[in-house]
C-alpha cells in the first residue's frame, strides 16, 4: 500500500476482506475508495475457485467439483450428519501416491493447491452448509484428493488462516489431516507443534499387505511410521486416528486385527476407523462381509481399542471415501 502512496492501514483492511469476509472481487471492498478499488484491478488479480458442478445424493452429502484458475479440477464433500457438518477437502490436483483401492490414486498429479485453493474449498463448503442445513461447519478433514504432506507448507499455511482470529476463527481440533503415511513430514508436524488431529491411512497391518495396496510403505514401512506417530504424541496434544478400509480376503482376518491391536498398544489413545469398502472402476477388491466387520470390531473391542464404523455417505453419487475421481468434465 506505501509503495502505491496508500495509507499502511489499507492492508489490513484489504487482508480482512481476504481472509475473514472472503471477498473474491475488489468491487466488495465497500470500505475502500472506488479510486483504490480501480488501483487494486490494475496492479493485483485474485483468483478464486468456483463450483464447477454440484452433486447431491440422496442422503444430503454434496459434492462439488471445484474449478480453479488454470481450468483444473478438483473436488470436496459437505457431509451432513444430526450434530455435525463436516467439509472434506482437497490439497492437490490428482495424487501421486498410488493407492490401489482409491480413485485418486489412479489419477496424475499435476499439481499442488495453494494455501489460497483451500481455503477457498472451506469457504464455499461453508457457504453450502449455511444455505442447505441452515448452519455452518463443524469440521474440516483433508481425506480429500492428494496427499497433505506433500502439500506441506501450502496446508499448514492453509490451516493457519482457517484457524486464525484474522481468518475464518475456526478451532484446530476441529480440523483433522490424513497422511498414508510420510513418517519424516509426520515428524515435522510434532516440531511445528501443530494442533489439529492426524488421521493415518493404516488400511493393513503388517508390511507385505500394506506394501501390496499401499506402495508408500516400501519407503515409510510400519515400524517408521510408528515411530514418527509416537514422536507426534511426544510433542502435540492432537488426537491419532488409523483409518482402516475392511478388504474381503485382503485385511479383514482374526490375524490382521490382532496385529492391528498390537500396532495401536505401542501409542497412547489411538482410535480406529473401520470404512467399508466402496467399488471404484480400476480395482476388483470386494467389501468385507458385515459378519466378519463385526468379528474383527469385537475383537478391537474386547482388547480395549477404540473402533468405530465410519459410515461411507454419498456413494450414489462418488462422493465416498475412496471414490473422488474428478468424472466431472
Keep these: 500500500m506505501g509503495r502505491l ?3 499502511p492501514f489499507r492492508a489490513k483492511q484489504i487482508y480482512e476482506w481476504l481472509w475473514k469476509k472472503s471477498a473474491v472481487d475488489f468491487d466488495e471492498m465497500t470500505n475502500l475508495s472506488k479510486e483504490l478499488r480501480e488501483k487494486l484491478k ?4 485474485l483468483h478464486p475457485v468456483s463450483v464447477y458442478k454440484l452433486q447431491q445424493s440422496n442422503d444430503g452429502t454434496i459434492k462439488s467439483a471445484f474449478q480453479l484458475h488454470d481450468k483444473h479440477l478438483i473436488e470436496g464433500v459437505l457431509i451432513p450428519t444430526e450434530d455435525r457438518a463436516t467439509a472434506c477437502v482437497s490439497s492437490q490436483v490428482g495424487c501421486s501416491l498410488t493407492c490401489s483401492f482409491c480413485a485418486t490414486g489412479f489419477l496424475k498429479r499435476e499439481r499442488n493447491l495453494t494455501a489460497a485453493e483451500i481455503y477457498d474449498q472451506v469457504v464455499l463448503i461453508n457457504n453450502q452448509a449455511l444455505e442447505s442445513l ?3 461447519l463443524t469440521n474440516i478433514v483433508f481425506m480429500g484428493m492428494g496427499e497433505p504432506l506433500l502439500n506441506y507448507s501450502n496446508v499448514l499455511s492453509a490451516i493457519d488462516k482457517i484457524t486464525s482470529e484474522e481468518g475464518l476463527n475456526m478451532a484446530a481440533k476441529r480440523i483433522t489431516v490424513s497422511t498414508a503415511g510420510i513418517a519424516k513430514m509426520i515428524k515435522k508436524l510434532a516440531d511445528d507443534g501443530v494442533k489439529f488431529n492426524l488421521a493415518l491411512s493404516l488400511h493393513a497391518a503388517d508390511d507385505e499387505k500394506r506394501n501390496t495396496i499401499m ?3 516400501e519407503q515409510n514401512n510400519i515400524e517408521v511410521l510408528i515411530e514418527a506417530l ?3 504424541q511426544s510433542k502435540c496434544k492432537g488426537e491419532v486416528t488409523f483409518e482402516y478400509i475392511l478388504l474381503d480376503g485382503v ?3 482374526l490375524e490382521d486385527a490382532k496385529k492391528l491391536v498390537d500396532i495401536c498398544r505401542k501409542l497412547k489413545d489411538v482410535k480406529i476407523n473401520v470404512i467399508e469398502y466402496n467399488k471404484i472402476e480400476n480395482a476388483d477388491f470386494v467389501k468385507s462381509t458385515v459378519e466378519k466387520r463385526e468379528k474383527f470390531i469385537e475383537y478391537l473391542t474386547r482388547q480395549k481399542v477404540i473402533a468405530h464404523v465410519r459410515k461411507s455417505r454419498g456413494k450414489d453419487i462418488d462422493a465416498a471415501c475412496g471414490q473422488l ?4 468434465r
Excluded at 325 to 328: E, L, Y
Design 42 to 45: 490494475a496492479h493485483f488479480v
Design 230 to 232: 509416537q514422536y507426534f
Design 325 to 328: 475421481a474428478n468424472k466431472s
Design 5 to 7: 502512496g496508500e495509507k
Design 251 to 253: 485385511n479383514d482376518t
Design 134 to 136: 441452515g448452519r455452518g
Design 215 to 217: 506402495p508408500i510403505n
